[in-house]
């Protein structure tokens, strides 16, 4: 079974940073394109980073580009998204998932002052 | 950008009854790279079809999905309790990744 377990969200001020953690198991992060996505409160889903199973590809949504940073450690499974320079918009629940496998419960982050 | 265009907004039904979804992009989507994902309220959401007809582990067989290019279809055979929800389509084909404005399947 494939589990994906989210960390690290909380409180924050505009301005500062956060480190988003997601945990596989079940699924070996080094063979899937991984994904971050959020859900600002009350809205739809957004796509915000993803990653390639070799690590060399990444991507980014406009509004994150130059602020946030996908990354991966192998020997422990685990999918980051560090993010900086953090903004109110940016207020959401984060979710990491695989589009053929499945989401995490997600992580809240709070951007406020 | 693919923009994904859901219809309809809410789809009001009865428990037992076939629920259609529908899903169009405004270009042709890559390889059929399009998933569906339920979302119920205060949860993750659930990832049910992806590659446009493949459903995930675990998925009942109540739920298919159809369509290729720009058009796509997510049907619901016959109407359970628990499938009340939003229902999400999304493009992984090309960047960026977009999802559609949602469904909501409610009780009539």
């Known amino acids: 079974e494939v589990q994906l377990v989210e960390s690290g969200g909380g409180l924050v001020q505009p301005g500062g940073s956060l480190r988003l953690s997601c945990a596989a198991s079940?699924?070996?992060?080094?063979?899937?394109?991984m994904h971050w996505v959020r859900q600002a409160p009350g809205k739809g889903l957004m796509w915000v980073s993803l990653?390639?199973?070799?690590?060399?590809?990444?991507a980014y949504a406009d509004s994150v580009k130059g602020r946030f940073t996908i990354s991966r450690d192998n020997a422990r499974n685990t999918l980051y998204l560090q993010m900086d320079s953090l903004r109110d918009e940016d207020t959401a629940v984060y979710y990491c998932?695989?589009?053929?496998?499945?989401w995490g419960q997600g992580t809240l982050v709070t951007v406020s002052s | 950008e693919i923009v994904l265009t859901q219809s309809p907004g809410t789809l009001s039904l009865s428990p037992g009854e076939r629920a259609t979804l529908s899903c169009r992009a405004s270009?042709?989507?890559?390889?059929?790279?399009l998933a569906w994902h339920q979302q119920k309220p205060g949860q993750a959401p659930r990832l049910l079809i992806y590659?446009?007809?493949t459903r995930a582990t675990g998925i009942p067989d109540r739920f298919s999905g159809s369509g290729s290019g720009t058009d796509f279809t997510l049907t619901i055979s016959r109407l359970e309790p628990e499938d009340f929800a939003v229902y999400y389509c999304?493009?992984?084909?090309?960047?960026?990744?977009?999802f559609g404005g949602g469904t909501k399947v409610e009780i009539k």
């Open positions: 999304q493009q992984y084909g090309h960047s960026p990744l977009t």
């Open positions: 270009q042709s989507i890559t390889s059929n790279y």
């Open positions: 590659g446009a007809s």
């Open positions: 990653l390639s199973p070799d690590g060399t590809t990444t």
């Open positions: 079940g699924l070996t992060l080094s063979g899937s394109w």
């Open positions: 998932a695989s589009f053929s496998k499945g």
